[in-house]
């Protein structure tokens, strides 16, 4: 075996090809083939030279190999590469001037590698050829296969027979034969792409989806692939002929061109068809246009920017339609009013330094529900917030300002409900939390300005003049506003005993001030409009008790809690709106809370006390288990949950009487894919649930599940005057190994009907992914059938995703 080497350390790396790994970077085959033949060029030139010139000494011959090397590859990626060539036998034919080198060829360069039988240098025509299970390496892990290579010296012009190419990423081409033309184009004959896997127990297997074609051209410049006469095939058999068919190189993620077309069905707007093209101008910005013909409502055009700077990306988003038949919507709507509909949308985010960000999200549109009938732009839904904001968190600190403006999109012609919206300039949140002890304790402040604006009254009233027990205001019209400062201090220690005390000093101010339409009013339940301040100091005491505990088999911590806080009464209830605290559900995540209020505008008073404890196990096997359970009590002063505000904010909490309701709540975790969850509020005289919910769920890597049942209490005075019961059941199970099927259902067990339901099944792999699911969604009192679609995705890997949501109301009627 003859040995040609020029590196003085180690062995020609020997593995198979199935042993390099795959990395980043381009797989485009062009540029593979073209690599790869600059290595065989330059391992020929390379021993041509060592053998024609033998009075070089060794470093010569090196430094020569590896300026051709280098002179052929570009810049090199290790300035430091060695050329090294290995064959059974190097033969001369002075008279033919070629160069062979036979048997178990291996040159590498550079992180490249070609294997074959023979690889022999013609220097009168400029041609190498390699012959003979020929594969090519690249460092990136993409492979070539070819029976022969045979290239011209500079590489513009050659042929390929019995070529495959697999590339790092695993999308594979194969052909009869190849040609190379012009140094930029291969063109495949008889050729056959896909991005699937072969089956490893049947090679001959057919992959799920390929491409088969006469011709296939790889355009190295424009980055595209063309099929001409060409079929697409899954598992085998031809499902679609196509005349003719591109796409991106499979190593190109963004590429101008068309987009998968759309189809589209609503019973007034007709079928669409929609196409888009989408322009790559450049690596961080692009433009989308799109195209949408109805039958029914005519032309609908469309087109959005991108773009991302080195500080943060934004978006700009432009409709429109010149509807032809707005008589075909209902009557009294704002689809069957307006003939020319516009809308734009932009959103942004921007980073102005690493702790501040600042962006904005806003949706302009000619009526209000333009974008939702023809789902367009981001914000096709029923709720958009337009807003702009700035944010900055540094360490504990944080800052927040933004103003808001909510909008309701609806078909029915009216101004009521979205000017019943609040409109808030600004909303102001900032935290601070002083570095360093303060009279050896920790020191915070929080400070929250909310400023509201508000054109008419949203509210759940009787005709009866005055304020009656069921009464709502949830929003006067008008203005007003509020500014709180929350200062806190609080110190903790432990005793000898373990026992861990931490006081704490607590006081807000509030300064309030109003400006609301019509006072004394029936929509306006306050008599006057007035500024007026509140001030509420808090001392807090807490003390907990942790037991800790371990055996063989877990951990453990037993944890009794028991608090009481001191304020004065809250006052100045019911004499200004409350915006921001009408949610109240008292359960274990705000049993220990100073204020289990939601937000600024209420305040717990008075004298009162927290008592329960918390337990949690944490199992060797992986499991755990945690537990809370508690009550609190009024002690003195105000009871705050029995005062009526504006909204009814706290009653029926289970807090309004001395003793409140018993909260509990336990979680396992199994560890091996099974949880359960349960919480409840329990009457605090009965122990009747009040409220409860269960939570069941179990994952495996082929089967899934979920339970969820929830109770709620009838609470007559937030307009709910029967007891809510709703159950819901999901699921998945794995049919094979690339088969699953799903589902959904939601029941209400106090109307005896199903709320919503669905059903559907899905295939993934690799390369190929599709799901289809049928769906109902009912009127939750009546029980009365109101929707159902059908959804439809499908995606073949480096080709595309199409998906689908097709209304079939009109079809059933």
């Given at each position: 075996?003859?040995?040609?080497?020029h590196?003085?350390?180690?062995?020609?790396?020997?593995?198979?090809?199935?042993?390099?790994?795959?990395?980043?970077?381009?797989?485009a085959?062009?540029?593979i083939?073209a690599?790869?033949?600059?290595i065989?060029?330059?391992?020929?030139?390379?021993?041509a030279?060592?053998?024609v010139?033998?009075?070089?000494?060794?470093?010569?011959?090196?430094?020569?190999?590896q300026?051709i090397?280098s002179?052929?590859?570009g810049?090199r990626?290790?300035?430091d590469?060695?050329?090294?060539?290995?064959a059974?036998?190097?033969k001369y034919?002075?008279?033919?001037?070629r160069?062979?080198a036979v048997?178990n060829?291996?040159?590498?360069?550079?992180?490249?590698?070609?294997?074959?039988?023979?690889?022999?240098y013609?220097r009168?025509?400029?041609?190498?050829?390699?012959t003979?299970?020929?594969?090519i390496i690249?460092?990136?892990?993409?492979r070539?296969?070819?029976?022969?290579?045979?290239?011209?010296?500079n590489?513009?012009?050659?042929?390929i027979?019995?070529?495959r190419?697999?590339?790092?990423?695993e999308?594979r081409?194969?052909?009869?034969?190849?040609?190379?033309?012009?140094?930029?184009?291969t063109?495949l004959?008889?050729?056959?792409?896909?991005?699937?896997?072969?089956?490893?127990?049947n090679p001959?297997?057919p992959?799920l989806w390929q491409?088969?074609a006469r011709?296939?051209t790889?355009n190295n410049?424009?980055?595209?692939?063309?099929?001409?006469k060409?079929?697409?095939?899954?598992?085998g058999?031809?499902i679609?002929?196509?005349?003719?068919f591109a796409?991106a190189d499979p190593a190109?993620?963004?590429?101008?061109?068309?987009?998968?077309p759309?189809?589209?069905?609503?019973?007034e707007l007709?079928?669409?068809?929609?196409?888009s093209?989408f322009?790559n101008l450049?690596?961080?910005?692009d433009l989308?246009?799109?195209?949408?013909?109805?039958?029914?409502q005519?032309?609908?055009?469309?087109?959005?920017?991108?773009?991302?700077?080195?500080?943060g990306?934004?978006?700009?988003?432009?409709?429109?339609i010149?509807q032809?038949?707005p008589?075909d919507?209902d009557?009294?709507?704002?689809?069957?009013?307006?003939t020319?509909?516009l809308?734009?949308?932009t959103?942004?985010?921007?980073?102005v330094?690493r702790?501040?960000t600042f962006?904005w999200q806003y949706?302009?549109?000619?009526?209000?529900?333009f974008?939702r009938?023809?789902?367009v732009?981001?914000?096709?839904?029923?709720e958009?917030?337009n807003?702009i904001?700035?944010t900055?968190?540094?360490?504990k600190?944080?800052?927040d300002?933004?103003?808001?403006k909510?909008?309701?999109?609806?078909?029915?012609?009216s101004e009521?409900?979205?000017n019943?919206?609040?409109?808030?300039?600004?909303?102001?949140?900032?935290n601070?939390?002083?570095d360093?002890?303060?009279a050896g304790?920790q020191?915070s402040y929080?400070?929250?300005?909310?400023?509201?604006?508000r054109?008419?009254a949203?509210?759940?009233?009787s005709?009866?003049?005055g304020?009656?027990?069921?009464?709502?205001y949830?929003g006067i019209?008008g203005k007003?506003g509020?500014l709180?400062?929350?200062?806190?201090w609080?110190t903790?220690?432990?005793?000898?005993?373990?026992?861990m005390?931490t006081p704490?000093?607590?006081g807000?101010?509030?300064?309030i001030?109003?400006n609301?339409?019509?006072?004394?009013s029936l929509?306006n339940p306050?008599l006057?409009?007035q500024?007026m301040?509140?001030a509420?100091?808090t001392?807090?005491?807490?003390?907990?008790y942790?037991?800790?505990?371990?055996?063989g088999?877990?951990s453990y911590?037993?944890?009794p809690?028991a608090?009481?806080f001191a304020?004065?009464?809250e006052?100045n209830?019911?004499?200004?709106a409350?915006?921001?605290?009408?949610?109240?559900?008292?359960?274990t995540?705000?049993?220990?809370?100073?204020?289990?209020?939601?937000?600024?505008?209420?305040?717990?008073g008075?004298?009162?006390?927290?008592i329960?404890f918390?337990?949690?196990a944490?199992?060797n096997s992986g499991?755990?288990?945690?537990?809370?359970?508690?009550q609190?009590?009024?002690i003195?002063g105000?009871?705050?949950?029995t005062?009526?505000?504006?909204?009814?904010a706290?009653?029926?909490?289970?807090?309004?009487?001395?003793?409140?309701?018993y909260?509990?709540?336990?979680?396992?975790?199994s560890?091996?894919g099974?949880?359960?969850?349960?919480?409840g509020?329990?009457?605090?005289?009965?122990?009747?649930?009040?409220r409860?919910?269960?939570?069941v769920?179990?994952?495996?890597?082929?089967?899934?599940?979920?339970?969820?049942?929830?109770?709620?209490?009838?609470?007559?005075?937030?307009?709910?005057?029967n007891?809510?019961?709703?159950?819901s059941?999901?699921?998945?199970?794995?049919?094979?190994?690339?088969?699953?099927?799903?589902g959904?259902?939601?029941?209400?067990?106090?109307t005896?009907?199903v709320?919503?339901?669905?059903?559907?099944?899905?295939?993934?792999?690799?390369?190929?992914?599709?799901?289809v699911?049928y769906?109902?969604n009912r009127?939750?009192?009546?029980?009365?059938?109101?929707?159902?679609?059908v959804?439809f995705?499908?995606?073949f890997?480096?080709?595309?995703?199409?998906?689908?949501?097709?209304?079939l109301?009109?079809?059933?009627?």
């Open positions: 075996m003859a040995l040609v080497r590196q003085t350390t180690g062995r020609f790396p020997t593995q198979s090809a199935s042993q390099w790994r795959a990395g980043e970077g381009t797989n085959p062009v540029n083939t690599r790869a033949r600059k065989l060029l330059a391992g020929t030139l390379f021993f030279t060592v053998f010139l033998p009075t070089v000494v060794d470093t010569g011959i090196s430094a020569n190999a300026n090397g002179d052929l590859f810049q990626s290790n300035p590469a060695q050329l090294l060539l290995e059974d036998q190097l034919d002075d008279a033919n001037q160069i062979a048997g060829v291996q040159i590498a360069y550079d992180g490249y590698t070609l294997v074959a039988r023979q690889v022999t013609d009168n025509s400029g041609r190498v050829i390699a003979g299970n020929v594969e690249e460092p990136n892990g993409n070539i296969f070819a029976e022969e290579i045979d290239i011209t010296d590489f513009s012009d050659g042929f027979s019995a070529l190419v697999e590339s790092a990423d999308t081409f194969a052909a009869d034969s190849g040609e190379r033309v012009d140094g930029n184009v063109i004959n008889n050729g056959v792409y896909t991005a699937c896997k072969f089956c490893k127990d001959t297997k992959p491409i088969r011709k296939i790889i410049d424009t980055k595209e692939v063309s099929y001409e060409a079929s697409f095939e899954l598992f058999k031809p679609a002929y196509l005349p003719y796409h190109i993620r963004r590429k101008s061109g068309f987009l998968i759309n189809i589209l069905y609503r019973e007709g079928i669409g068809v929609s196409t093209y322009f450049a690596p961080n910005y989308t246009l799109s195209a949408t013909y109805y039958s029914q005519g032309f609908l055009g469309q087109a959005e920017w991108r773009q991302r700077t080195q500080n990306q934004y978006n700009l988003q432009v409709v429109g010149s032809q038949n008589a919507f009557n009294g709507t704002y689809d069957q009013s307006e020319n509909r809308a734009a949308q959103s942004g985010k921007f980073a330094n702790n501040w962006g949706l302009y549109q000619s009526d209000r529900n974008t009938t023809y789902n732009t981001s914000q096709a839904k029923r958009v917030t807003e904001y700035l900055g968190l540094k360490g600190n944080y800052f300002v933004r103003a808001q909510f909008l309701i999109q609806e078909d029915i012609v009521n409900r979205q019943q919206q609040a409109i808030l300039y600004p909303l102001l949140d900032y601070y939390v002083v360093g002890p303060v304790g020191l929080n400070i929250n300005l909310t400023n509201i604006d054109r008419i949203d509210n759940n009233i005709n009866t003049p304020v009656n027990a069921d009464d709502r949830y019209a007003q509020r709180s400062a929350n200062l806190e609080k903790n220690f432990i005793t000898n005993s373990g026992l005390i704490s000093l607590q807000q101010v509030d300064s001030w109003q609301t339409d019509n006072p004394g929509d306050l006057v409009n500024s301040y509140r509420m100091p001392a807090g005491l807490e003390i907990r942790p037991l800790v505990a371990q055996d088999f877990a911590i037993f944890e809690i608090q009481i304020s004065t009464d006052t209830i019911g004499q200004f409350n915006e921001d605290a009408q949610s109240m559900v008292f359960d995540t705000n049993l220990f809370s100073r204020n289990k209020f939601s937000g600024y505008d209420r305040i717990e008075g004298v009162r006390a927290n329960g918390r337990y949690s944490s199992f499991g755990s288990l945690d537990v809370a359970a508690g609190s009590f009024q003195a105000l009871n705050s949950f005062q009526r505000d504006l909204v009814n706290g009653l029926e909490s289970g807090l309004e009487s001395k003793r409140s309701d909260v509990a709540s336990a979680q396992l975790n560890g091996t099974f949880s359960v969850r349960a919480a509020r329990f009457d605090e005289k009965t122990l009747e649930v009040r409860g919910e269960v939570d769920t179990y994952v495996n890597p082929d089967f899934s599940t979920s339970l969820n049942y929830t109770f709620i209490d009838a609470q007559p005075n937030y307009a709910f005057p007891d809510r019961h709703q159950a059941l999901s699921g998945s199970v794995k049919l094979s190994e690339n088969w699953r099927a799903f959904k259902i939601t029941y209400d067990l106090e005896s009907s709320i919503s339901d669905s059903l559907g099944i899905a295939y993934d792999d690799p390369c190929f992914s599709f799901s699911a769906s109902e009127a939750k009192f009546t029980g009365e059938q109101v929707n159902q679609s959804t995705n499908i995606g890997r480096t080709i595309g995703n199409y998906g689908n949501k097709l209304n109301d009109p079809f059933l009627e």
